[in-house]
Each structure stands twice: as structure tokens, then as C-alpha cells.
């Protein structure tokens, strides 16, 4: 598994197992956030599996599914998760693709400026394009 920094406080990756939560804190991790929905896949663990494993290593653990949709409950529930967190996020998908969507479209409603998001994801290896629009109207520019 791959931990990729978005900025100083969020990393996305893919998949992660109950086993690797372990380690985690260790690297300065306390908050997990879960955006896939259960089920995908079936070798997927499910969100409870994994929520008791976090909880079993000190972790703050929430389940954020993302399928088709970026609703405003799920990016204020990002929103939040990323304004209270007491150190690193750590936010997971299959891929780690529509965990850095909802980071970024939870920072544009921040504040956060959309060229710099754009160059923080596409220097860890995702793009920003496809949801241009919504992080502009989000960050209250014109799309």
C-alpha cells in the first residue's frame, strides 16, 4: 500500500487491510476515512472489520462511501473530518482517486486555492480535471 501526501495533513492510497492499521499511528496517523462503499469487491474488508481494527489501534475511524456521487453531506462530512483531526488523515479508496476528489472538494468549501490543489494532486499522481467545475463553485469562482 502506498501513502500519498496531499498536503501536511492528508494522505490518500488504495485499499488498505485491518492488519495494516497497526502501524499507523506510528506514523503519525490518527484519523482513517473509508470512501469505499462495502461490497465492491469481494476480498474488500468491510467498514466494520475495519472500524474495529482502528478503533483496536487508537485510531478515529469514519466511513465516508463514495460511488456515484459527491453529495454536500459527504464533503461537509470531510470537511469535518479534515478540520478536527488532531494529526494525519489518512483517506482510502480502491485507488485512492475519489479520496482526493472529496479532499479536495471538502478544501475548496475551506478555502483552499484551487490552482494549488490541482498541482498538489497532479504532483501525487491524480488530476483534478473532471471536477474543475464543482471545486470552483465550491471555492466561490466562477467555473
Not at 87 to 98: D, E, H, I, P, Q
Amino acid at each position: 500500500m502506498d501513502l500519498i501526501a496531499l498536503d501536511d495533513r492528508t494522505i490518500v492510497s488504495g485499499q488498505i487491510q485491518a492488519s495494516d492499521l497497526a502501524d499507523m499511528k506510528a506514523k503519525g496517523i490518527t484519523t482513517i476515512v473509508n470512501n469505499r462503499p462495502d461490497g465492491e469487491e469481494e476480498d474488500q474488508p468491510t467498514s466494520l472489520l475495519l472500524e474495529m481494527a482502528a478503533e483496536e489501534a487508537g485510531l478515529d475511524y469514519l466511513h465516508i462511501p463514495i460511488s456515484a456521487e459527491f453529495s454536500e453531506d459527504k464533503i461537509a462530512a470531510m470537511l469535518n473530518a479534515l478540520e478536527t483531526s488532531e494529526g494525519l488523515v489518512l483517506a482510502f479508496c480502491k485507488s485512492g482517486t475519489r479520496s482526493t476528489y472529496l479532499w479536495a472538494l471538502a478544501r475548496a468549501r475551506w478555502g483552499a486555492d484551487v490552482d494549488d490543489m490541482i498541482l498538489r494532486a497532479r504532483y501525487a499522481g491524480y488530476n483534478l480535471q473532471p471536477i474543475l467545475p464543482w471545486l470552483k463553485k465550491g471555492a466561490g469562482e466562477e467555473a
